[in-house]
């Protein structure tokens, strides 16, 4: 029997329409469609509360416990803690189980302190009042209680309480303006639009009447897709069907601006949001801190297990003899005779596996967090990383990853945006070869500027002024500029004047603003677009109105856009403006080589080149093309792919009409950021979608490559007249042939390479072949490898993702930094080690995947060469100090068990062991992981690289970590033996006490423990002490108050007789032996003992072998003053100054580039193809040339 039919109704039924099918059909206002439509079957979805909250009240204790004991550190503890309850060991469960308790509370606490304010956001969320339309009225509720299909009024200024498709407005032509800051940080209006058929219900009655269902895709988190469409039933007629795309659906977040109110219906609600499918956290990142840390706990715990498991031989080999088994004073019970030998050796080895489980220090871990937390505010509140134009900071979205900015090695920058402004200025137009410049306009006359390309009088005549007019005209109607009145966008000044000082135009595209106010100034205004007119204002102060039938809109596939429009005459045409790679394969007509050559020429001096090219329809294809575009608009599947197919038909045959060159000036300090990436080891790479010369040229400008640089092409020109497999080798020759120079007396040559998508898709390409010609991957990292910098253009925002990956799982496994700004950059951001986004002018969607925020390229330098560097030599020394006091914490323990007969014997107080870690050794490191400055900041970024002295987790390599282990080791062996020569010879008194002859103390196993704890204790804490750099007040009351601390809680728990103790064994035992003039003089001879060897080694490396930071230190320390020559601090002319490995060596020379770019407009004016035509090594001496001006 087939079940399906019944499995499916069930579904249908139960689970929710979203649960089984791709769509989803929406009732406007609960109403049931006409019988002769589809059958009316009720579905379930999701209220509108929103829960970004984790835990419940009921819930959050065994949610929490579960989530912290999935740590491994965690769940050891506890297995130990359980091992102390159950069977007889030498500690109490309170010396494991209260750290543990103390580490569980404090994090849990943290937990549900942060999740109680979720609630409360989701509280003050879900109770926001919001108007319903029903039954003709309007009516307030609850944002929670609003339902799928529910008809909403929104007024001015209020947010959407879900996302909703726009059924009409207070505005005649349907429209709304909407504000999306709080979504993707875009302070831009965008115009959303009704469809036609519902944008005359003006008042809750006839919305109420509306009769229509809504069929769309089910809820999914781009924010930038939507596809469904709307069937309105009327009465006796066909239903009609429209399509609904992005430009119709209001998200939740978004505000309504400039608009009296809207009428809307609500088709995802709560969960189902865009908003809250975003809140999904981005994939964890483990910085190499923290592998660093498992790969030396693993180690500790072997160290562990194997003293357990020494001891447990050696009690078996002490007890093989019978006076050494059963002593007379120590009988064992019936019970334990009769005990299986394996069951006790057993038993025996989980005691000391308790007794000895203190080296591994658990507290460690919520230090550790506690440091990321609290030192991650010190980026936000740094006033040299805030900017006053956009009035924010830097930002810190995790601090997880804090001391991996100071491991960076390889960097991937965006272009636009990133090291450019993405301000854009119009700086000339060619049609059909002419060029035309603003401002160079004489008695109304447009004056063609002075260029190599042949030029002819002011006066045009008919063919040159029809091609000039619709050239033009173009520009003038193929965009989705809006114009705006400056009450109207929250005091957001900026754009040109419109004949009116209260107008101007705003996008959410730099370049189409800046085309449209170059239209501006070369005599053609573009005025409004009022229903569904577009309106322009010609030369001859005539205004022409056009009717907007469709707009094609861009995308990073196709590269274009265009719009169809009819003109007063009724002529249909088709304006297109795209890249020169997509619009010139399409063009059939039209002075291509001319035109090809200016964009070729403006591309080499760095500006951003749009091509512009148009199409007359005749009636029949402009209704070809509308049947073609509406059956794409209403597929629920696969509009997209439709939609290209629909576009790719009829955006072809085209005359083309002329190119437009805008300047991208690049940021401020740009070059000066990438330069001191560069000195300080790091690798930097662009990844653009711009041509190849656009971005070469930015290159030069911003120092990354430089006069020295030998260019390596890698571009689908080359492979055309070469295979890829013959360029590959020819560069890994080149390459090659130069490192094995390198090690002789021949100056280092620099390289660069430069990519573009294309070869990188056939590089990246999986071949058949196992060897020979299939290996390009390799042969490309190495080529890479040994290059300074890496230019990649035309490149897709999957393939800038496909690089970063390709860097880090190569062989080396770098450190990887993706920066950004735009929506493009995202796959990166989220790939690389650490994310960086630039809060810029393409919306803030990089800033939010990000793990960091900046509002300029120039602030990375400071994070990486400041922050990074504080960061990671703040934790390293943190987690080699943990290890560091807990082997001297331990070892004595271990050594007193030779001299107590394996008897498990604790040689530490209950006390000491508890607190050890909890309040006696905690607060100073946690201290010195926050404040510490070894070096200056002013140093830092002065002198680039002092950053190689951390980079590749300098301080936590295996011999560093087998040098702290050993220090440790030898500080626990002076403390122990010390002690135990002190307390060698022993005499009775004449009461019966036994006491030592050397130093007058009672003697006893708890006076000796307490001696190797007093010293233990003032020696780890003076070891931080004299690594501490930077001396504040705070500094030195946190040490010597832990110090006072152990010294007035000794005094307390050994003075006192404390009623709730069974035992009183510490009892007068510290003021005993502080009572010993002797024991005061062993005390500080034996921290002495302890602290030299340290001091010696530190003494002799600075002198012989030292670093670059200590050399900067030195300087320092010398009172030199900070703006002269040193090896260390010198302004570095030719090579890079510092260390370093091959890869570093390749660096050399990083000469100093001419003409630095900034925020003045000082453009790269020098000619690419001619420096790689005659000399790849020759950079034109003179200066970069200015932009023109405006009264060029």
């Not at 989803?24 to 909250?53: C, F, L, M, W």
């Not at 030195?1036 to 035992?1063: E, Q, R």
Request: glycine share 6%; net charge negative; hydrophobic share 40%.
């Amino acid at each position: 029997m087939d079940f399906s039919v019944l499995r499916n109704l069930i579904s249908r039924y139960c689970a929710g329409e979203e649960y089984w099918v791709d769509s989803r059909t929406v009732y406007i206002g609960h109403k049931e469609p006409p019988p002769a439509a589809e059958a009316y079957i009720p579905q379930r979805y999701p209220d509108n509360r929103i829960v970004s909250s984790k835990y419940t009240l009921w819930n959050f204790i065994p949610k929490n416990l579960f989530e912290q004991f999935r740590r491994i550190a965690n769940f050891y503890f506890l297995l130990i803690f359980l091992v102390q309850l159950i069977i007889d060991t030498p500690t109490s469960p309170v010396t494991s189980g209260l750290p543990l308790f103390f580490v569980i509370t404090v994090t849990a606490i943290k937990q549900g302190y942060e999740d109680w304010l979720r609630h409360k956001a989701d509280c003050s969320i879900n109770e926001c009042p919001v108007d319903m339309v029903q039954q003709g009225t309007v009516v307030r509720t609850q944002s929670s209680k609003l339902r799928v299909g529910d008809v909403v009024m929104v007024r001015e200024d209020e947010t959407f309480p879900c996302d909703l498709i726009l059924l009409s407005s207070s505005r005649g032509d349907g429209t709304c303006y909407v504000t999306t800051t709080s979504l993707d940080g875009e302070s831009s209006h965008k115009t959303y639009y009704a469809v036609p058929d519902t944008m005359a219900f003006k008042t809750e009655q006839e919305v109420d009447s509306l009769h229509a269902t809504i069929e769309c895709e089910q809820p999914q988190p781009d924010l930038y897709k939507f596809v469904g469409r709307i069937n309105i039933y009327k009465e006796r007629e066909d239903p009609i069907a429209r399509p609904l795309g992005a430009e119709n659906l209001l998200l939740r977040g978004a505000t309504l601006k400039n608009t009296g109110h809207i009428y809307a219906v609500a088709i995802y609600t709560g969960m189902d949001t865009k908003m809250a499918l975003n809140y999904q956290s981005k994939s964890q990142k483990r910085s190499a801190v923290e592998k660093s840390m498992n790969a030396f706990l693993i180690v500790y715990l072997c160290i562990l297990i194997s003293k357990a498991v020494i001891n447990t031989v050696l009690k078996y080999a002490w007890q093989w003899s019978a006076d050494h088994d059963e002593p007379w004073y120590n009988h064992r019970t019936e019970i334990d005779r009769e005990r299986h030998v394996v069951i006790r050796a057993f038993t025996d080895f989980l005691a000391f596996m308790v007794l000895f489980n203190y080296i591994i220090p658990v507290s460690m871990y919520v230090t550790v967090e506690m440091q990321k937390f609290l030192g991650s505010y010190f980026i936000v509140w740094d006033k040299d990383m805030y900017d006053e134009e956009l009035g924010v900071g830097a930002q810190v979205n995790t601090s997880d990853l804090n001391e991996e900015l100071g491991q960076v090695e390889y960097v991937f920058t965006d272009k636009t945006g990133t090291l450019t402004e993405n301000n854009m200025e119009f700086i000339e137009c060619c049609v059909d070869g002419h060029v035309y410049i603003p401002h160079a306009i004489c008695n109304g006359q447009i004056l063609s500027a002075a260029s190599s390309i042949d030029m002819i009088d002011s006066s045009p005549g008919g063919y040159r002024r029809e091609h000039e007019d619709l050239f033009f005209r173009a520009l003038c109607l193929c965009h989705t500029v809006q114009v705006k009145e400056e009450e109207t966008v929250d005091s957001i000044k900026r754009g040109i004047h419109l004949g009116k000082p209260t107008s101007f135009y705003i996008s959410s595209s730099p370049d189409e603003v800046a085309l449209v106010e170059g239209m501006k100034r070369l005599g053609y205004t573009y005025l409004r677009l009022k229903d569904s007119h577009m309106e322009i204002l010609n030369k001859d102060d005539e205004i022409e109105r056009f009717e907007l039938l469709h707009v094609l809109n861009f995308d990073s596939v196709r590269r274009r856009m265009s719009v169809i429009v009819k003109s007063s005459s009724g002529e249909y045409l088709l304006f297109c403006k795209g890249a020169d790679t997509s619009i010139f394969p399409r063009v059939v007509s039209g002075k291509v080589e001319q035109v090809r050559a200016r964009v070729e020429q403006n591309a080499v001096e760095g500006l951003r080149t749009l091509c512009v090219a148009y199409r007359s329809l005749s009636p029949a294809e402009y209704e070809e093309a509308c049947h073609q575009l509406s059956d794409a608009k209403l597929a629920l599947k696969d509009r997209e792919q439709r939609l290209a197919q629909a576009y790719d038909l009829i955006e072809r045959d085209f005359t083309l009409l002329g190119a437009t060159a805008v300047e991208d000036r690049l940021q401020e300090k740009a070059a000066d950021t990438i330069e001191s990436l560069q000195k300080a080891g790091m690798k930097v790479w662009v990844l653009t979608g711009d041509k190849m010369e656009t971005a070469a040229a930015t290159c030069y400008a911003s120092k990354l490559f430089r006069r020295s640089t030998q260019i390596l092409e890698l571009t689908k020109k080359r492979t055309e007249e070469q295979s890829l497999h013959d360029v590959l080798f020819d560069l890994s020759r080149t390459v090659l042939r130069q490192r094995s120079l390198s090690g002789l007396s021949v100056e280092c040559q620099d390289y660069g390479l430069i990519i573009d998508g294309a070869t990188l898709s056939a590089v990246l390409k999986p071949s058949p072949e196992s060897s020979g010609s299939g290996n390009y991957r390799e042969i490309f990292l190495e080529i890479s490898r040994n290059c300074s910098a890496v230019l990649c253009c035309r490149m897709a925002p999957l393939q800038k993702a496909q690089i970063v990956k390709l860097i880090k799982a190569s062989k080396e496994h770098p450190i990887t930094l993706a920066i950004g700004d735009g929506a493009n950059d995202v796959s990166m951001i989220l790939e690389a080690h650490v994310g960086i986004g630039i809060m810029g002018k393409e919306g803030r969607q990089a800033a939010r995947n990000s793990d960091y925020a900046i509002p300029k390229f120039k602030h990375l330098k400071k994070m990486l060469l400041v922050h990074g560097h504080f960061y990671y030599i703040r934790i390293a020394e943190l987690v080699q100090y943990f290890f560091y006091k807990n082997v001297c914490f331990i070892f004595p323990q271990f050594l007193y068990q030779f001299f107590c007969g394996f008897s498990q014997q604790p040689l530490y107080d209950t006390a000491y062991l508890t607190l050890y870690n909890i309040s006696f050794t905690s607060l100073p490191i946690l201290l010195y992981s926050l404040i510490e400055k070894h070096i200056s900041i002013e140093m830092l970024k002065r002198d680039p690289t002092l950053y190689r002295d951390v980079a590749k987790n300098a301080l936590l390599r295996w011999p560093v970590f087998l040098y702290w282990t050993c220090l440790g080791l030898f500080n626990a062996c002076i403390f122990f033996f010390g002690a135990y020569f002190l307390f060698d010879n022993t005499t009775f008194t004449s009461n019966g006490q036994l006491m030592t002859t050397n130093t007058q103390m009672m003697f006893g196993n708890w006076t000796f423990g307490t001696l190797v704890f007093t010293v233990l204790v003032f020696t780890v804490t003076l070891k931080l002490a004299l690594d501490t750099h930077h001396w504040t007040w705070i500094n030195h009351f946190v040490v010597w108050g832990s110090l006072l601390f152990y010294v007035i809680f000794s005094l307390l728990w050994g003075g006192i007789i404390w009623p709730f103790l069974n035992y009183q064994r510490m009892y007068y035992v510290f003021m005993q032996m502080l009572s010993s003039g002797p024991a005061w003089l062993g005390i500080i001879l034996l921290i002495t003992i302890s602290l030299l060897p340290d001091v010696v080694k530190k003494v002799l490396c600075r002198t012989l072998w030292p670093t670059a930071t200590e050399r900067a230190q030195r300087v320092r320390a010398d009172g030199v003053h900070e703006g002269s020559v040193s090896p260390a601090t010198g302004p570095d002319p030719s090579p890079v100054a510092g260390g370093g490995g091959s890869e570093s060596d390749m660096l050399c020379p990083a000469r100093t580039c001419e003409g630095e770019r900034g925020g003045e407009g000082v453009r790269a004016a020098r000619t690419y193809d001619s420096m790689m035509s005659h000399n790849p090594n020759h950079l034109l001496s003179q200066p970069l040339d200015h932009a023109p001006s405006d009264g060029h």
